[in-house]
């Protein structure tokens, strides 16, 4: 090849072989969900010893629950579009920073209302960095890969939310409290400092910024060990890129329907799912299931969905759109069969586990198409505003589980109830497919001129 040629980069990433590299980013990114996954459940498990230790009213900590998650809802929705103009790693790095730094200082908090702040600021910097990490890891992608990698990254929030509560559990009793806080803020600080070094930025983001950037030759190379790049080489992205708010984008070039049906499946997904994590063991001790195995249930409900979440990704690599609405057409009477009156206790787990293989595997499914579905210019914003109001959901789930368990409904009506909403994120899905098809369509790579491949 000719020194100085444009090269494609939208091929290198589509032909790179799998190697240390590409597996490094993946890594990063599930160790950034490892400690989100803590990070949703800390005020939980800290909860109980905080209302002794303050004497205060078990219902005072819905807001500070709620704060969190609003905190979150607007960093991913506010801060977001900044790595479109940017850049992914110092938003992901700086709102890691942000979010440990104010976890560690709740360890400190001594009112509910210094905690509310925190736990708010906290969730902002959470916010910003997890949508752009799933941009990042969609940029590095073959587009036959995408939706398996963002699932590999969000299975280590499973691991965080259930590895966390081990670790709590041991420290609690002899530390108190605000070990919960310290570890919840030391890790993500720490790792941040890791990330600084080792994280790479987007390449497909440098390719819109600069074609020539020495910081892109050095990304690529490393994509492509199998490939001689020259030194001088410009790297030519087959993408659009407009200038203007990014989030006004999201509305133009026909995307308007695309991202209404996203958002929409998102806040149905999230209320459903959150409806079941918060009232599930509630549900299930109300119809006769002893505490410790309802426990146990909700445990399975998270280890199905990170069974599934590699079958999941693998499935939505190979069918698209249309497979992440059948997934969730499928959880729903999966979620109904649950509360099916005398269903034998080894059934009840088993349709549990089955249950959140479907509901947290269409939930990885729907986190891949926020992250493929926006061209690179707005990619990032995409993600980030589709987690922030699919937010609406996660608060809304608790309450209306809260209102219909008020009523006095009985558990099988209450289950039919959770499963509602993944009847309408199916619909919002499949409609999403057929909005999908009406974008233009961008330039595939041209696989030739690459490079010359090393002998």
Same mark, same amino acid.
């Given at each position: 090849?000719?020194?100085?040629?444009?090269?494609?980069?939208?091929?290198?990433?589509?032909?790179?072989?799998?190697?240390?590299?590409?597996?490094?980013?993946?890594?990063?990114?599930?160790?950034?969900?490892?400690?989100?996954?803590?990070?949703?459940?800390?005020?939980?498990?800290?909860?109980?010893?905080?209302?002794?230790?303050?004497?205060?009213?078990?219902?005072?900590?819905?807001?500070?629950?709620?704060?969190?998650?609003?905190?979150?809802?607007?960093?991913?929705?506010?801060?977001?579009?900044?790595?479109?103009?940017?850049?992914?790693?110092?938003?992901?790095?700086?709102?890691?920073?942000?979010?440990?730094?104010?976890?560690?200082?709740?360890?400190?908090?001594?009112?509910?209302?210094?905690?509310?702040?925190?736990?708010?600021?906290?969730?902002?910097?959470?916010?910003?960095?997890?949508?752009?990490?799933?941009?990042?890891?969609?940029?590095?992608?073959?587009?036959?890969?995408?939706?398996?990698?963002?699932?590999?990254?969000?299975?280590?929030?499973?691991? =965080?939310? *259930?590895? @966390?509560? &081990?670790?709590?559990?041991? /420290?609690?009793? $002899?530390? #108190?409290? %605000?070990?919960?806080?310290? +570890?919840?803020?030391?890790?993500?600080?720490?790792?941040?400092?890791?990330?600084?070094?080792?994280?790479?930025?987007?390449?497909?983001?440098?390719?819109?910024?600069?074609?020539?950037?020495?910081?892109?030759?050095?990304?690529?190379?490393?994509?492509?060990?199998?490939?001689?790049?020259?030194?001088?080489?410009?790297?030519?992205?087959?993408?659009?890129?407009?200038?203007?708010?990014?989030?006004?984008?999201?509305?133009?070039?026909?995307?308007?329907?695309?991202?209404?049906?996203?958002?929409?499946?998102?806040?149905?997904?999230?209320?459903?799912?959150?409806?079941?994590?918060?009232?599930?063991?509630?549900?299930?001790?109300?119809?006769?299931?002893?505490?410790?195995?309802?426990?146990?249930?909700?445990?399975?409900?998270?280890? =199905?969905? *990170?069974? @599934?979440? &590699?079958?999941?990704?693998? /499935?939505?690599? $190979?069918? #698209?759109? %249309?497979?992440?609405?059948? +997934?969730?057409?499928?959880?729903?009477?999966?979620?109904?069969?649950?509360?099916?009156?005398?269903?034998?206790?080894?059934?009840?787990?088993?349709?549990?586990?089955?249950?959140?293989?479907?509901?947290?595997?269409?939930?990885?499914?729907?986190?891949?198409?926020?992250?493929?579905?926006?061209?690179?210019?707005?990619?990032?914003?995409?993600?980030?505003?589709?987690?922030?109001?699919?937010?609406?959901?996660?608060?809304?789930?608790?309450?209306?589980?809260?209102?219909?368990?008020?009523?006095?409904?009985?558990?099988?009506?209450?289950?039919?109830?959770?499963?509602?909403?993944?009847?309408?994120?199916?619909?919002?899905?499949?409609?999403?497919?057929?909005?999908?098809?009406?974008?233009?369509?961008?330039?595939?790579?041209?696989?030739?001129? *690459?490079?010359?491949?090393?002998?």
């Amino acid at each position: 090849m000719a020194r100085g040629e444009a090269i494609d980069l939208g091929a290198l990433i589509e032909t790179q072989p799998r190697s240390a590299f590409s597996v490094a980013v993946v890594f990063w990114s599930c160790a950034l969900m490892f400690v989100e996954g803590y990070d949703m459940q800390v005020t939980a498990y800290a909860a109980p010893a905080m209302i002794n230790a303050w004497h205060i009213d078990k219902g005072a900590f819905g807001p500070v629950f709620g704060g969190g998650l609003f905190g979150y809802m607007l960093g991913a929705t506010i801060l977001s579009h900044l790595a479109d103009r940017v850049g992914r790693k110092r938003v992901i790095v700086g709102g890691f920073w942000l979010f440990g730094l104010f976890t560690l200082a709740s360890a400190f908090a001594t009112s509910l209302g210094w905690l509310l702040a925190l736990r708010f600021i906290a969730g902002l910097g959470l916010g910003g960095s997890i949508p752009t990490a799933i941009a990042l890891n969609a940029e590095y992608a073959p587009a036959n890969r995408r939706a398996t990698r963002i699932a590999l990254m969000f299975l280590g929030y499973t691991m =965080g939310a *259930a590895g @966390g509560g &081990v670790l709590v559990a041991a /420290l609690l009793p $002899r530390f #108190g409290w %605000p070990v919960a806080f310290l +570890i919840g803020g030391a890790a993500p600080l720490a790792l941040s400092l890791v990330l600084l070094r080792t994280l790479p930025e987007s390449p497909r983001f440098l390719a819109l910024r600069d074609a020539s950037s020495p910081r892109l030759a050095a990304i690529a190379a490393r994509l492509r060990p199998d490939l001689v790049l020259p030194g001088d080489a410009r790297f030519v992205l087959h993408e659009a890129q407009e200038r203007g708010l990014p989030l006004v984008h999201l509305f133009r070039e026909g995307r308007a329907p695309l991202t209404l049906l996203l958002w929409a499946a998102f806040i149905a997904s999230f209320l459903g799912h959150h409806f079941l994590t918060s009232w599930l063991p509630t549900v299930l001790v109300s119809d006769g299931l002893p505490l410790g195995d309802a426990v146990i249930a909700a445990a399975l409900f998270q280890g =199905g969905g *990170a069974f @599934g979440s &590699v079958f999941i990704g693998r /499935l939505v690599d $190979r069918r #698209g759109i %249309p497979a992440v609405a059948a +997934i969730f057409a499928v959880a729903a009477p999966l979620v109904a069969i649950i509360g099916v009156p005398g269903l034998r206790e080894a059934m009840l787990m088993g349709a549990v586990f089955i249950a959140g293989l479907f509901v947290l595997g269409g939930q990885f499914g729907l986190n891949a198409l926020a992250g493929t579905c926006y061209p690179t210019f707005i990619r990032s914003t995409g993600a980030g505003w589709a987690f922030g109001i699919g937010r609406i959901g996660s608060i809304l789930g608790p309450l209306v589980g809260g209102v219909l368990i008020g009523l006095g409904l009985p558990s099988w009506v209450l289950l039919i109830c959770a499963a509602v909403p993944f009847l309408v994120c199916a619909g919002a899905t499949l409609c999403l497919g057929t909005a999908s098809t009406q974008l233009p369509r961008l330039q595939q790579p041209k696989i030739p001129n *690459a490079g010359t491949v090393k002998r």
